[in-house]
């Protein structure tokens, strides 16, 4: 086995003829084979160390621990290393064993490789507990584990045994860089309800939310298809979500919360929940959590819808008109207080006057919202219900009981013509 010690080794056929003759003496070929692989095993493990501090013969390839500074690449590199590093001691023991009967041959290998690699463990997992020890950041963590999760799934397809030490050391740091990962998350996520922000006079999304979504893509960006399964992607994203997307909901709406007016509340939400849907809108994975941020959002904009009405029914005059009309019991509309002649046709007049320029009386906030669909919904929305309200206070003029007609008030304009000019 001393001849197997090098940093390669050539098996020559003599070698793999002996190995056939042995084979018919269980005890000298189990304790060959035992002897090879501990010489291989000292082998693999010296080579990765020069690997890591020498590099390769004259220095190139340049010394692994000069990328120490680089997580991903060193850890990358390293695991490189490894897989190939078992490829070759793989191919050096189908070699040795090519005459044995078939399957002794392939009992004997898979124990070889397993003891073989297991050398490597300890120098590479304390260096990988160093690199997530040093907190490279939530990206670079599940970038990582990422790594981890495809060069567990490479190297256990050298490897007919899972349970070896070296797909149990991967399996465990990609279990400890997964756990580092959503545990950064969980914590930034509490960090967003500590110092709760006021929003600004803009109703813009405040800063916390804009950070963690540019968090949230980097993250998502980095899932790299290539390397892991769709399934696992799926896992992650869902999980992901469900660690950032209720935090920072709450966070908005306790932001929104220091505004006193149900119209700034509304928009400053609708404009949070937008950024939201528009960072997700690009991944995959994503149609549940729209479709709910989505009903969400509907309500913030029916609440904007009913305050545009308002704000306009009011400005015209025609709010107080509709609600004693509708709380009226007499026919002659004409003699309740608040509905008489004078009062109800300066309203009309302010009404035709707002038909005009029917933007005269958009609400403020509603030009700060970020949709351009939504602005163009909550308009549209807002005037039909003042089309509404207007064709029932025309249809109770209209009528013969209430006096209108006699006082000689009359409304310039039909139901029908109002929507044409404002719809």
Same mark, same amino acid.
């Given at each position: 086995s001393r001849s197997l010690s090098g940093d390669s080794a050539d098996i020559s056929s003599l070698l793999s003829q002996a190995m056939l003759a042995l084979e018919?003496?269980?005890?000298?070929?189990?304790?060959?084979?035992?002897? !090879?692989?501990?010489?291989?095993?000292?082998?693999?493990?010296?080579?990765?160390?020069?690997?890591?501090?020498?590099?390769?013969?004259?220095?190139?390839?340049?010394?692994?621990?000069?990328? #120490?500074?680089? +997580?991903?690449?060193?850890?990358g590199d390293m695991l490189a290393w490894l897989h190939q590093a078992l490829a070759m001691e793989k191919e050096m023991l189908q070699a040795l064993l090519d005459k044995v009967n078939a399957k002794?041959?392939?009992?004997?290998?898979?124990? #070889?490789?397993?003891?073989? /690699?297991?050398?490597?463990?300890? +120098?590479?997992?304390v260096r990988v507990e160093q690199v997530l020890a040093s907190q490279p950041? #939530?990206? !670079?963590?599940?970038? =990582?584990?990422?790594?981890?999760?495809?060069?567990?799934?490479?190297?256990s397809g050298l490897l007919d045994t899972p349970s070896t030490a070296i797909l149990v050391t991967l399996t465990d740091l990609r279990q400890l860089s997964q756990k580092m990962f959503f545990n950064s998350l969980s914590i930034h996520a509490s960090k967003l309800l500590e110092k709760v922000e006021i929003p600004h006079a803009s109703l813009s999304p405040p800063g916390a939310l804009s950070q963690s979504l540019?968090?949230?893509?980097?993250?998502?960006?980095?899932?790299?298809?290539?390397?892991?399964?769709?399934?696992?992607?799926?896992?992650?994203?869902?999980?992901?979500?469900?660690?950032?997307?209720?935090?920072?909901?709450?966070?908005? %709406? =306790?932001? /929104?919360?220091?505004?006193?007016?149900?119209?700034?509340? /509304?928009?400053?939400? !609708?404009?949070c929940i937008y950024q939201i849907q528009s960072t997700l809108a690009v991944f995959e994975f994503n149609d549940t959590r729209i479709e709910a941020l989505g009903g969400q959002c509907d309500a913030h904009v029916d609440t904007l819808i009913h305050e545009q009405a308002s704000h306009i029914l009011s400005c015209v005059?025609?709010?107080?008109?509709?609600?004693?009309?509708?709380?009226?019991?007499?026919?002659?509309?004409?003699?309740?207080?608040g509905l008489d002649p004078a009062t109800v046709q300066s309203a009309l007049r302010?009404?035709?006057?707002?038909?005009?320029? +029917?933007?005269?009386?958009?609400? #403020?906030?509603?030009?700060?919202?970020?949709?351009?669909?939504?602005?163009?919904?909550?308009?549209?929305?807002? %005037?039909?219900?003042?089309c509404e309200v207007y064709s029932a206070i025309y249809t109770a003029m209209q009528s013969e009981t209430s006096g209108y007609a006699a006082a000689g008030v009359t409304a310039s304009r039909t139901p029908d013509q109002v929507k044409t000019l404002i719809l």
């Open positions: 018919d003496r269980p005890v000298l070929f189990r304790y060959t084979m035992e002897e !090879i692989s501990n010489a291989r095993r000292t082998a693999v493990v010296r080579c990765f160390i020069d690997a890591l501090t020498r590099g390769g013969p004259s220095g190139t390839p340049r010394p692994i621990e000069l990328h #120490a500074h680089d +997580p991903l690449r060193y850890v002794t041959g392939s009992g004997a290998m898979s124990l #070889a490789l397993c003891h073989i /690699a297991e050398g490597v463990c300890r +120098p590479f997992k950041g #939530a990206v !670079i963590v599940y970038q =990582l584990s990422s790594l981890l999760y495809f060069y567990s799934k490479t190297i540019n968090l949230l893509k980097e993250v998502l960006l980095s899932q790299d298809v290539t390397v892991v399964p769709l399934e696992t992607r799926q896992e992650d994203f869902t999980r992901i979500l469900t660690c950032l997307m209720d935090p920072l909901l709450q966070m908005c %709406s =306790l932001s /929104a919360s220091n505004l006193s007016k149900p119209a700034e509340m /509304a928009t400053f939400l !609708i404009n005059s025609l709010a107080e008109i509709y609600n004693k009309i509708q709380a009226s019991t007499v026919a002659k509309l004409v003699d309740v207080h302010m009404f035709d006057a707002f038909l005009a320029t +029917p933007d005269i009386h958009t609400l #403020a906030e509603c030009k700060l919202l970020y949709s351009g669909k939504i602005r163009q919904t909550v308009s549209k929305q807002a %005037s039909e219900v003042v």
